[in-house]
């Protein structure tokens, strides 16, 4: 069965950190590009970042640039969204994807159907 588990979100104060992980199974996690997608209450869903399997390469959407940082560990099947300086405006759940497409990262990433979605986790930053 395939399957994206997504972990760590919760509740946190402004400034604070948070790091999000993305466990993958059921698929060939070395062949597939991994993203984070985050959608808050009442808004659309939004592209955070992304890292791809063909070269390493990563991309941030523009407001969490300098903030957030995507990592891979293929050993472990898991793509990490290390999340500090959280603002109020981070709120929202965020979602893990899998794109098979040999791509390299970059905001076209999100335009693509993906493959394989996770069920999302809650991220709640307080003021």
């Known amino acids: 069965e395939v399957q994206l588990v997504e972990s760590g979100g919760g509740l946190v104060q402004a400034g604070g950190s948070l790091r999000l992980s993305c466990t993958a199974s059921?698929?060939?996690?070395?062949?597939?590009?991994i993203g984070w997608f985050r959608q808050a209450p009442g808004k659309e869903r939004e592209g955070v970042s992304c890292?791809?399997?063909?070269?390493?390469?990563?991309y941030y959407t523009d407001s969490v640039k300098g903030r957030f940082t995507i990592s891979s560990d293929n050993a472990k099947n898991t793509v990490y969204l290390q999340m500090n300086s959280l603002k109020p405006e981070d709120t929202a759940i965020y979602y893990c994807?899998?794109?098979?497409?040999?791509?390299?990262?970059?905001?076209?990433?999100?335009?693509?159907?993906?493959?394989?979605w996770g069920k999302g986790t809650l991220v709640t930053v307080s003021s």
């Open positions: 059921g698929f060939t996690f070395d062949d597939y590009a």
């Open positions: 890292i791809s399997s063909n070269d390493g390469s990563t």
């Open positions: 994807t899998a794109l098979s497409n040999g791509v390299v990262a970059g905001p076209h990433f999100f335009y693509y159907g993906m493959d394989y």
